[in-house]
């Protein structure tokens, strides 16, 4: 069994910024790609960013220059660093993870449940 479990979102005025986390715990022997996605009211989730296991990262356009994805291995976590928020960016903010279990060598993609993201103006 796997689990992903994201914090850090909430409430914050235009400008500002939020850092979310997402640790993977369960019976994992690696994790392959990671990545931030996010899903606003009325619209299709529409995927952020992403890193791989050796720390290579892309962004959606919408968002370069303003969010930096991170990752520590060490802890199987994700992190999503953003900054000067604007209120389009509100969503619901899903991390997910490539994973490949540990005793049965099944590659997967979970999701975490959501984290609320609130950008003001």
């Known amino acids: 069994q796997v689990q992903l479990v994201e914090s850090g979102g909430g409430l914050v005025q235009a400008g500002g910024s939020l850092r979310l986390s997402c640790a993977a715990s369960g019976s994992i022997f690696s994790i392959n790609a990671m990545g931030w996605s996010r899903q606003a009211p009325g619209k299709q989730r529409e995927l952020v960013a992403s890193?791989?296991?050796?720390?290579?990262?892309n962004y959606t356009d919408s968002v370069k220059g303003r969010f930096a994805i991170s990752r520590d291995n060490a802890k199987n976590t994700v992190y999503l660093q953003m900054n000067l928020l604007k209120p389009e960016d509100t969503a619901v903010y899903y991390c997910n993870a490539d994973i490949t279990t540990r005793i049965i060598k099944i590659r997967l993609n979970y999701w975490g449940q959501g984290t609320q993201v609130t950008v003001s103006s």
């Open positions: 890193i791989t296991n050796i720390g290579s990262t």
